[in-house]
C-alpha cells in the first residue's frame, strides 16, 4: 500500500473509531446509512490491502522460482545434452539445436531453444543415454522448460491480481473520503454546542501524511560569483620617493 493509500487508510479508521467511541455524544450519526457504509467500507479496504499484499509476495516468489528454474533447465538439462552432442556427433543441420544458446536470452527466448533442443536430441536418443543421460532426458528437459514457463505465468496472474487490488483500493478509500465528507455535516451539526469535541473530530478526521520520503527541497541555489582575475591596483608612488 502506497503512502498516501495509507494516511487516508488511517483518517477512515480515525474517523468511524471517534464516531465508535463518542457514539453517545452522536446518536444520530452512528444509525445513519454514511456510518454503515464506512464501517463496511473498511472491512472491504483490509480486503482489498490484504489481496494488494498478498499478491506482490506471491509475484515476488514466482520470480524467484523463474530464475532458480531457469537456472535448473540450462545447467541440469540443457548443458548436458550439448557437451554430449559435441564430443559424440557430427556438425550438422540436425545437430544445430544441440548448442547451447549465447548470452543472456529472454526467457521466451529460452523456451524456444530447449523444445528446439529437445526435439533435435531425440533422433539419437541412443547416443546420449549411452553416454549417460537418463532414458527419459527428453522428457524430463520438456518437463523442466514447462516448469519455468508456469512460473513466468503465475507471475503475471499475481501481478494481474495485485493490479487489480490496487485499482479496488483507490477507488474504495475514495468513496470512504466522500462517506466522511457527509458524515462530517452530520457531527458538527450534532456537536455545534461542543467546541471541543468538534475541534477533535476536525483533526481526527483530518488525512495526515505518514512519514515517508520528504520531496527535495526547491529552494534555489544562488551561484557564487566568478571569481575576478584582475590583478589589485597598487598605488603610484610619490614623486619624490620613486626619484631615490
Do not use: C
Request: proline share 6%; glycine share 6%; net charge positive.
Amino acid at each position: 500500500m502506497r503512502t498516501e493509500q495509507g494516511s487516508t487508510l488511517l483518517s477512515l479508521r480515525n474517523s468511524h473509531g471517534f464516531l465508535t467511541t463518542n457514539a453517545d455524544l452522536v446518536p444520530s450519526v452512528v444509525k445513519t446509512g454514511a456510518y454503515k457504509q464506512l464501517t463496511n467500507l473498511i472491512v472491504d479496504v483490509d480486503t482489498h490491502a490484504a489481496d494488494q499484499r498478498g499478491n506482490e509476495l506471491a509475484a515476488q516468489s514466482a520470480t524467484r522460482r523463474q530464475r532458480n528454474l531457469r537456472e535448473i533447465l540450462m545447467k541440469d538439462h540443457m548443458a548436458p545434452i550439448a557437451r554430449i552432442a559435441r564430443a559424440n556427433l557430427p556438425v550438422s543441420d540436425e545437430t544445430e539445436p544441440l548448442k547451447m544458446p549465447k548470452g543472456n536470452i529472454s526467457t521466451a527466448r529460452l523456451v524456444g531453444f530447449a523444445d528446439g533442443m529437445a526435439n533435435a536430441a531425440a533422433r539419437y536418443t541412443a547416443v546420449f543415454v549411452e553416454a549417460g543421460l537418463p532414458e527419459d532426458f527428453v522428457a524430463q528437459l520438456k518437463a523442466a522448460s514447462a516448469a519455468m514457463l508456469n512460473a513466468i505465468s503465475d507471475r503475471a496472474q499475481n501481478r494481474g491480481s495485485r493490479g487489480g487490488a490496487t485499482k479496488g483500493l483507490k477507488v474504495k478509500l475514495g468513496h470512504g473520503r466522500r462517506l466522511v465528507r457527509v458524515l462530517d455535516a452530520f457531527v458538527k451539526t450534532a456537536l455545534k454546542d461542543d467546541p471541543a469535541m468538534l475541534a477533535n473530530w476536525a483533526i481526527v478526521q483530518r488525512v495526515q501524511l505518514l512519514p515517508g520520503r520528504q520531496a527535495p527541497s526547491k529552494t534555489p541555489v544562488t551561484a557564487a560569483p566568478p571569481a575576478s582575475t584582475e590583478l589589485p591596483s597598487v598605488p603610484a608612488l610619490p614623486a619624490s620617493v620613486a626619484a631615490k
